[in-house]
């Protein structure tokens, strides 16, 4: 045990002093004791073993021609490897390479039919994956960390055993069957948990520590950090508070299928954008519709603010390109039901934020693998996923 909580100290001095690095740029030895508080020794030591595992290069110091030597500096090999993230939803298949800082540098998304069983989706899977790197002209063996998203609650070896909208999936071992590609960390998790990840790290919740974040598109879920940690549950089941019917998540996207919208419209999501765009014209009908289904994602909001007393509810999704539509009403609804009213955020990041918050589960896990030989440091980000081996090599 005395062994272990030294590895966890020493992989949390590790982590915090890469941090403050990948935070603050290339950093000198006496910037890095400020920022971290440790000492000068101490970050030396850090530094060389960071040095030592790849992560950390050494900038050398130009001379001033004053006869005085700048001190050196230390910046973080971004480019050292890759991270790969995964978003399998019902209607799509998305995948990103990025480089270890979360820099995007190749996207792929596809269309999949929503009836599509587990082999065909992991084929579409699978050729997404070997177009996006050899895009970018690299091979799975450079990938360093791998996050999946994937609908319904994951349990903790990467499973919706629980239940899955995508046809015959809780059968499915995604870890496994990504393993025969990767060797590497592969986690796996809900893709509304990873949303608010992609918020917390590069979106509007960035600065917050206690968060609720509502999923508002063609399904309605939510996911939950309380001081900092991501709130999984007993099973990965946390926030599937839509699975009450009183809640009425479950038929939210159904109310903006007015009739006279639906006999024009292609698909769920063609109807909902249809009835958005007629609000906005001033449509009477479609005004209706649009504040029925801000009250009926309200419902469970006002539910997840009693029980959390979040800082900040953040609304992301398909349908916040509407947002000036739903969202006042949203609120209002929420602040009739509530004893305090958090602050209420809509998400500026883009469609691809569920495969961004897999990003960041990979780059979370390498950290943990590469600097804490697989042991979680003894202060925690709060991000949990499918238990995964060390990295080979």
Known sequence: MEQVGTIQVRGYNLERTLSAIRSNGPSTTTQLTQVTGLSRP???????????LGWVEVIEPVL????????QRFAFRSGAG????????VHRATALLTDLSGTVLQEREVAVAPDLLPPERLAVVDRTIAEVLAEH????K???????????PVD????TSLFSPLPAWTDVDLVAHLGATFDCPILVENDVKLALLAEHEWGVAKSARDIVYILAGLRTGAAAFVNGDLVKGHAGAAGEIGRLPVVRWHKAIGILQGDRVVADAADDAAAAAATFDLARRGDADARRLVRQYARAVATGASALVLTLDPEVVVLGGGNTPWSELWV???SAMVGRSVIRMPEVRVSTLGSDHVARGAIKLAMDQIVVTH???????????GVSGAKAEPMLG
């Open 42 to 52: 101490s970050v030396n030591s850090l530094m060389t073993e960071l040095i030592g």
């Open 64 to 71: 001033d021609g004053q006869g005085g030597r700048p001190p």
């Open 82 to 89: 890759l991270l790969l993230g995964l978003d399998i939803g």
């Open 137 to 140: 002209g690299r091979s799975a």
């Open 142 to 152: 450079e990938v360093w960390s791998v996050g999946a998203a994937v609908t319904g």
């Open 156 to 159: 903790a070896a990467g499973r």
């Open 328 to 330: 006042p009403e949203f």
């Open 371 to 381: 600097l804490t030989g697989g042991v979680r440091p003894a202060h925690p980000q």
